[in-house]
């Protein structure tokens, strides 16, 4: 069952660069199962969501990722685990990004694929999750409920995969 809204072509340009090699990967261990998939090679359930690139739109994202996630099954620890992560993608794709920003979810067995997709350019951010402020931790966090991420940086945007066991 794939989940569709209209893309914007600008997301479908993001969408196309998403295979590509990682200019500056998250340091993880080893590649893990479902790692090297991508969306368009998976043969399980697909959801995409398109939206602009603004702050009420994150709650869009969350309520989205949610239904999503309860129509395929997932246990609410691991639903509710996956909403966060995509919550803080897309704050981070919102703070960051220019003009739109593009939600996709995969099932790939055990394995939920998360890519947010943004027309930003790359943002440095604190790695130690030392910040005083509220800001700052979404990386730390995503990367503790993950079992990899990874980031894309091109001329067009930049893309965040993430995949998280259920």
Do not use: K, Y
Request: glycine fraction near 8%.
């Amino acid at each position: 069952m794939n989940t569709a809204l209209p893309v914007a072509e600008s997301a479908l340009d993001a969408l196309r660069w998403a295979s590509g090699p990682a200019s500056s990967p998250v340091q993880r261990p080893p590649a893990r199962p479902g790692r090297d998939v991508d969306h368009a090679s998976a043969r399980g359930p697909r959801a995409v969501l398109a939206m602009p690139s603004r702050e009420p739109f994150v709650r869009t994202c969350r309520a989205f990722a949610a239904g999503v996630l309860c129509r395929w099954g997932v246990s609410e620890a691991a639903r509710d685990s996956a909403v966060l992560v995509i919550d803080e993608l897309a704050a981070n794709a919102v703070q960051h990004g220019h003009a739109d920003t593009t939600v996709v979810m995969s099932r790939l067995g055990e394995i939920l694929l998360i890519s947010v997709i943004d027309s930003g350019t790359t943002v440095p951010h604190s790695r130690d999750g030392t910040d005083s402020d509220e800001h700052g931790r979404g990386m730390t966090i995503i990367e503790f409920l993950t079992e990899w991420t990874e980031v894309h940086h091109t001329t067009a945007g930049r893309q965040v995969r993430a995949g998280l066991r259920l």
